[in-house]
């Protein structure tokens, strides 16, 4: 496949996930043909949103939309997933920590967005940080999954979850009651809804111990932004087969709905070579790891398995975050070093 190459610099920051533009009012605003979401790196979430827009005239131009989260204005960090929902768009936090651990209670948070009032001047944001949750819910799944999680080694057992605890317990934080020592750290990194309204995680890590990528169904997502909505509760938890080279660990890095009722997606490594990362030293097979474009069909089996297609090799590409498939072409975007690339085949 042949690519174009498009590169922005937004914010001085690199970009996760690709969500395309449905709001007519967003793209009159900017006189824009189509356009699509991004959510940048390691900031609060206000602080991260951005809009890669095609102009009529064919130029591509990127804009930071200024948003505001009210009381929670800083105290997330790291979205890593944009979905669509019931005319929101949603963002979901990693819920995972930096290379080295421990885990970040700031990571762990879903915030929406109206897009329509992206028009506007400054974006209202709402914003749920639910204090390892998910984790609990997500964790709890996997352990009555039909399938094995590759168990974290030594080393990312104590810095994600054993230093977590520590941490925790030593601030009298009320959330070291959802962790256990046992459980497996979470990177989310994809996500979409469900025709039903439940939300598909796909993670980045853990992966089975076969080195498939794991789904996992979250119900209870827009009712975390309603008056006594409750928390989310995790359903089943898939494995996708038929995508992982032999001998590879390879996670989710994005998913979104197809126009056949399926779903696209992007898998790849379980973490970056080079930046010191726990899971690359205990899971060495996870990091020379190249992206791969797949496709799946929504018919898991008895054993919540479902196989997937590679539709194409994007080596050598290996951090490539997000996907869509518009108009019969596919955009994806890739993790670059203080810029954005928007790649359109």
């Known amino acids: 496949m042949t690519l174009r190459l498009v590169e922005f610099v937004v914010?001085?920051?690199?970009?996760?996930?690709?969500?395309?533009?449905?709001?007519p009012a967003l793209l009159r605003r900017y006189g824009a043909r189509r356009g699509f979401w991004t959510v940048l790196d390691e900031g609060p979430v206000e602080c991260c949103l951005a809009l890669l827009l095609e102009r009529a005239d064919g130029d591509w131009v990127a804009h930071h939309v200024p948003a505001d989260a009210g009381a929670e204005n800083g105290r997330t960090e790291d979205g890593e997933a944009l979905a669509h929902h019931d005319g929101w768009v949603y963002v979901f936090g990693s819920h995972f920590g930096s290379k080295a651990g421990p885990l970040r209670p700031r990571r762990a948070f879903v915030a929406r967005f109206r897009e329509d009032d992206a028009a506007a001047d400054t974006l209202p944001v709402q914003v749920v940080r639910n204090r390892f949750r998910v984790h609990r819910?997500?964790?709890?799944?996997l352990l009555k999954a039909p399938f094995t999680a590759l168990p974290p080694g030594d080393r990312v057992r104590r810095r994600f979850i054993v230093e977590t605890l520590a941490r925790g317990t030593d601030r009298a934080k009320s959330w070291v009651s959802r962790l256990s020592e046992d459980d497996l750290p979470l990177n989310v990194e994809a996500a979409a809804f469900t025709p039903a309204g439940t939300a598909l995680l796909g993670l980045r890590f853990p992966v089975t111990t076969d080195g498939d990528p794991i789904l996992v169904e979250l119900a209870g997502v827009p009712e975390m932004f309603t008056a006594g909505g409750g928390w989310p509760r995790a359903g089943r938890a898939y494995a996708l087969t038929g995508v992982t080279p032999p001998g590879a660990l390879t996670g989710f890095r994005a998913v979104t709905p197809t126009s056949e009722g399926g779903y696209a997606a992007v898998t790849g490594s379980i973490d970056a070579l080079g930046k010191g990362s726990v899971l690359l030293d205990d899971h060495p097979t996870g990091g020379d790891v190249t992206s791969r474009h797949v496709r799946f069909g929504w018919a898991p089996t008895d054993d919540q398995r479902i196989a997937g297609e590679v539709v194409a090799e994007l080596a050598?590409?290996?951090?490539?975050?997000g996907l869509a498939e518009l108009d019969g072409r596919y955009y994806y975007v890739t993790d670059e070093d203080h810029r954005v690339a928007l790649w359109i085949g």
Do not use: I, M
């Open 11 to 23: 914010a001085g920051n690199e970009a996760s996930d690709l969500l395309p533009v449905r709001s």
């Open 137 to 141: 819910a997500v964790n709890d799944a």
């Open 316 to 321: 050598p590409f290996h951090h490539v975050e």
